[in-house]
Nanobody
Framework: VQLVESGGGLVEAGGSLRLSCAASGRIFSSYVMAWFRQAPGKEREIVAAISGSGGSTYYRVSVKGRFTISRDNAKNTVYLQMNSLKPEDTAVYYC??????????????????WGQGTQVTVSS
């Protein structure tokens, strides 16, 4: 499975960005997909995750109400819509896939495929 992220960039505080992650593989719909982020000097942390069907989602507390994860299984793509961005959201954002599913896992070690990351920078 290959994951390719896009959509990162520089935005002012309060602005929005939409990240996309395109995945290869014929059984994409069976994978739990997640977005993680890692800021300089900090550990990688989960931002949001979505079940294979899209029926279940998980968000870290600090992004609830601002970020929305979604997926289009017909396009093998998962999205992260980020609104009301804050400087503390600045990080490299990674797309990840858990092929063992179906339960959503919050720990990075549960995910066996990773994208290369895309930089999100929010200026104050």
């Amino acid at each position: 499975v290959q994951l390719v992220e896009s959509g990162g960039g520089l935005v002012e505080a309060g602005g929005s960005l939409r990240l996309s992650c395109a995945a290869s593989g014929r059984i994409f719909s069976s994978y739990v997909m997640a977005w993680f982020r890692q800021a300089p000097g900090k550990e990688r942390e989960i931002v949001a995750a979505i079940s294979g069907s899209g029926g279940s989602t998980y968000y870290r507390v600090s992004v609830k109400g601002r970020f929305t994860i979604s997926r289009d299984n017909a396009k093998n793509t998962v999205y992260l819509q980020m609104n009301s961005l804050k400087p503390e959201d600045t990080a490299v954002y990674y797309c990840a896939a858990d092929s063992t599913g179906p339960t959503i896992q919050a720990r990075a070690y549960a995910y066996d495929y990773w994208g290369q990351g895309t930089q999100v920078t929010v200026s104050s």
